[in-house]
C-alpha cells in the first residue's frame, strides 16, 4: 500500500466519521429513522428496513441512543439513515414472505404448514408409545 492508497482511505473514512457526525446532531429524540440491510437466505439475499428509534441521550457523550447504539454508530455501521420508510421493503418483524406464506398472500402457506406440524407431532408421539410397549 502506498502513501496516497493509505491518505486517500484516511480521507475517505474522516468524510464518514463526518457524515455520522453530522446525523448524529440532527436527530430528533423519539423520531423513528429507517436504514436498509440485506439479509442472505437460503432462497436468496432479501433486503429488509431497519427501524431506529433514538430514546435518550447519552451521559457520557450526550448522543442520541437506541438502546446502547449511538446515532453515529449506527450511521456508521449500518449504512444512510433516512427518517422515510423505504417503499416496497419488510421490516424484520414482519419477516420473510415465503416462510410464513409461500402460496399467496391469503394465509393459505401457514395453515397447511401448521397442520403438517400437528401431524408431524402425532405421528411421533404414536411412535415413542409404540417403542415403549414393545
Not at 11 to 21: D, G, L, S, W, Y
Not at 55 to 68: A, E, F, Y
Not at 125 to 130: C, D, M, Q, Y
Request: proline share 4%; with cysteine.
Amino acid at each position: 500500500m502506498g502513501l496516497f492508497d493509505w491518505l486517500g482511505t484516511k480521507v475517505e473514512r474522516q468524510k464518514m466519521r463526518n457524515e455520522a457526525a453530522a446525523f448524529s446532531r440532527s436527530v430528533e429524540l423519539n423520531k423513528t429513522y429507517y436504514s436498509i440491510e440485506e439479509c442472505v437466505q437460503s432462497w436468496g439475499n432479501e433486503r429488509y428496513v431497519k427501524e431506529w428509534t433514538f430514546t435518550r441521550r447519552s451521559k457520557l457523550t450526550g448522543d442520541p441512543m437506541d438502546g446502547s447504539v449511538s446515532a453515529a454508530l449506527a450511521w456508521l455501521r449500518w449504512g444512510p439513515l433516512t427518517d422515510t420508510k423505504p417503499e416496497g421493503l419488510r421490516t424484520f418483524s414482519e419477516g420473510p414472505r415465503e416462510l410464513f406464506d409461500p402460496l399467496g398472500d391469503n394465509g393459505q402457506g401457514h395453515r397447511e404448514y401448521q397442520k403438517l406440524m400437528k401431524e408431524i407431532g402425532k405421528l411421533a408421539k404414536e411412535a415413542s408409545e409404540l417403542a415403549r410397549r414393545g
